[in-house]
Nanobody, 115 residues
Framework: QVQLVESGGGLVQPGGSLRLSCAAS????????MGWFRQAPGKERELVAS????????SYANSVKGRFTMSKDNAKNTVYLQMNGLKPEDTAVYYC????????WGQGTQVTVSS
């Protein structure tokens, strides 16, 4: 079993930055696929970034490409989502997920972009 714990959410002004962290425990995730999803009120859950950790090359949704960067630290069993140039439409609960068919999920962290 794998436990995923997100942190780093909060309130930020438009144009600001946040870095989300997802710490995994219970098992090393270095061979997993890991991803960041988000869900805004009344909207479907959206995959914003994903990475097969053994390859290390992330993929991004068009809505965040050029602004968000996903990275990993295998030694810490942690993945990150650096979010720059945040917009009000980025407001959502952000979830870390991983494993085959996104088997493992974190509890989510709220990101609010507002002036």
């Amino acid at each position: 079993q794998v436990q995923l714990v997100e942190s780093g959410g909060g309130l930020v002004q438009p144009g600001g930055s946040l870095r989300l962290s997802c710490a995994a425990s219970g098992r090393t995730v270095s061979a997993f696929i890991m991803g960041w999803f988000r869900q805004a009120p009344g909207k479907e859950r959206e995959l914003v970034a994903s990475m097969i950790l053994s390859y290390g090359s992330p993929s991004y949704a068009n809505s965040v490409k050029g602004r968000f960067t996903m990275s990993k630290d295998n030694a810490k069993n942690t993945v990150y989502l650096q979010m720059n140039g945040l917009k009000p439409e980025d407001t959502a609960v952000y979830y870390c997920a991983g494993g085959d068919a996104w088997r493992f999920w974190g509890q989510g962290t709220q990101v609010t972009v507002s002036s």
